[in-house]
Nanobody, 115 residues
Framework: QVQLVESGGGLVQPGGSLRLSCVAS????????MRWYRQTPGKERELVAT???????NYAGSLKGRSTISRDSAKNAVYLQMNSLKPEDTAVYYC?????????WGQGTLVTVSS
């Protein structure tokens, strides 16, 4: 059983930054790609960023240009650095990966952007 555990969420003022972490119980290279998603109440979960096993990155949505996904293979960790945060970035952020045929989600970490 693979587990993903996110951390790093919290309350931040508009214009601030946060770095989210996702630690996997297995090597992240056993997944073709690791992703960050976010979800707000009443809306579908949306893709924020992807990092492939080869290190390629891709960004989507309104955080594009304000976020950076990275990884530390030694720690089995994936990170999401978010800058210039806006109130509309308030959401629960989830880490995701496919390990073989198994899609795994973390429990989510809440990011609240508010003054």
């Amino acid at each position: 059983q693979v587990q993903l555990v996110e951390s790093g969420g919290g309350l931040v003022q508009p214009g601030g930054s946060l770095r989210l972490s996702c630690v996997a119980s297995r090597s992240i290279f056993s997944s073709n790609a690791m992703r960050w998603y976010r979800q707000t109440p009443g809306k579908e979960r949306e893709l924020v960023a992807t990092i492939t096993s080869g290190g390629s990155t891709n960004y989507a949505g309104s955080l594009k240009g304000r976020s950076t996904i990275s990884r530390d293979s030694a720690k089995n960790a994936v990170y999401l650095q978010m800058n210039s945060l806006k109130p509309e970035d308030t959401a629960v952020y989830y880490c995701n990966g496919w390990f073989g045929r198994l899609e795994v989600w973390g429990q989510g970490t809440l990011v609240t952007v508010s003054s």
